[in-house]
Structure formats: C-alpha cells, structure tokens
C-alpha cells in the first residue's frame, strides 16, 4: 500500500514565524503535491513537483514556498506565517499520467493554526 | 476554464441507497476521480473511470459517466453510517493531466 506521511497532525504557530510542513512518500513517485482545504472552497493546489528539484506554481501560491530535495520528500514552507493561513494542508503523491490515469495518494493532513 | 461543481450537503436514511452528483466542465479530461474524506483524515481513493466508459461498478459503489451532459454520478447501496463524509469528485486537468481539479465535496450525513 501507498504511504504518505506528514510529519505533524496538528501545528500551532504564532504570525511571522517561518512554518515547515513535511511530506514523505514511500512509492517511488515522481509527482507530489500540495493543497489546502478550507470549507466551503473544496481543495485548492499550492504547488506541485514533477521530479527532485522541479517545481510548479498551483493556483495560491503566495505566500509559500516548496522544497524537493529528494525523490521522496515534498517540503512546504511559510516563509511569515499569517493568521489567513490557518488551513488544514495536504499532501499527495503519484506516478506520471501519461494517459493511464494514476490517482494521487494522500496523507492524513496538518492542521495548521496560525495565532 | 476548468470547474467541478457539487451540491454540499446528502442526508440519507441508513439501508438507503445514496446518489451524489458532480459536474465538471473540461470534456478532455481523460480520467474523473470519486475520493472520500472522513473527520480529520485525508482523501483516500474510492474508484475512478476512464472517460469512455459510461459505467462502473465496485461491490456497493456505481459510478455512471454521461459525457455529453459531462455530468458524474457516485450511487452508494445500503448506506452504512461508516458512509457518512466528504466524498469529493476530481477530474484531470486538460493541460496537465497529472494534476487534478476537485469539486468543494459532498459531505454526506446517514441517520439511523
């Protein structure tokens, strides 16, 4: 079975700090990604890796930066942490498309407060 | 540009059969997703199908796929309350097709 692990369950920060949120997946994926998920407005992409090094804006980007280092970790960063990003965040993982259709696996969230 | 749209909310008595419904927008998408999300949990995979099929079925779940209304169905037998959750439906992008766009979820709440 797939796993994607997300290193907290559960975050409290205070505004302006610097927050890490890491994701680590066990299949060899290429891809990996990042969302928030806010009521209402469903699952929104951050951003996205396609490979170790390699980066792809989503849609609500501000605000975030990504790391990928290594094939099988996905880091999120906020670089000053504020009160409107106090959201649960996943993360998921899967093979390139290519037409085969390849789901994205996720990880149990982090919900992350901002004080 | 691309969309998926469902309805909030599904209340359904238990035993019942449950139908949750979701539109998208992108007639190239090549795969449409069906994902459940219980209370505090991320999104685990239910089913998926591919775009030319009409139908799908896996044990008390039935997907139906109309193309031409481009409109997705996901049908629950014998509604259990370890049913109820957020059922989310995503279609893949149409210039990306490793991303995913979702709809805001259907949370769907059975009553005994």
């Known amino acids: 079975d797939v796993k994607v692990t997300q290193s907290s369950r559960y975050l409290v920060k205070r505004t302006g700090e610097k927050v890490f949120l890491e994701c680590v997946q066990d299949?060899?994926?290429?891809?990996m990604f990042w969302y928030r998920q806010d009521p209402g407005l469903g699952l929104r992409l951050i951003y996205f890796?396609?490979?170790?090094?390699?980066?792809e804006k989503g849609d609500i980007p501000e605000g975030y930066s990504v790391s990928r280092e290594k094939k099988e970790r996905f880091s999120l960063i906020l670089e000053s942490a504020s009160t409107n990003q106090t959201s649960m965040y996943l993360c998921?993982?899967?093979?390139?498309?290519?037409?085969?259709?390849?789901?994205?696996?996720f990880g149990d969230g982090t919900r992350l407060s901002i004080l | 540009g691309e969309d998926v749209e469902q309805s909030l909310f599904l209340s359904v008595r238990e035993g019942d059969s449950s139908v949750i419904n979701c539109t998208y927008t992108?007639?190239?998408?090549?795969?449409l997703y069906w994902y459940k999300q219980e209370p505090g949990a991320g999104l685990q995979l239910l089913t998926y199908i591919f775009s030319n099929m009409d139908m799908k079925q896996d044990q008390r779940l039935t997907v139906l796929l109309n193309k031409k209304d481009k409109h997705l169905s996901l049908r629950i037998a014998d509604t259990q309350t370890g049913d109820s959750a957020i059922y989310f439906c995503?279609?893949?992008?149409?210039?990306?097709?490793?991303?995913?766009?979702f709809g805001t979820g259907t949370r769907l709440q059975v009553f005994p």
């Open positions: 992108d007639s190239s998408s090549t795969y």
């Open positions: 995503a279609e893949s992008g149409a210039y990306n097709t490793d991303k995913l766009i």
């Open positions: 299949m060899d994926h290429e891809n």
């Open positions: 890796s396609y490979d170790v090094k390699m980066k």
């Open positions: 998921a993982s899967s093979f390139p498309d290519r037409g085969r259709g390849q789901p994205q696996h």
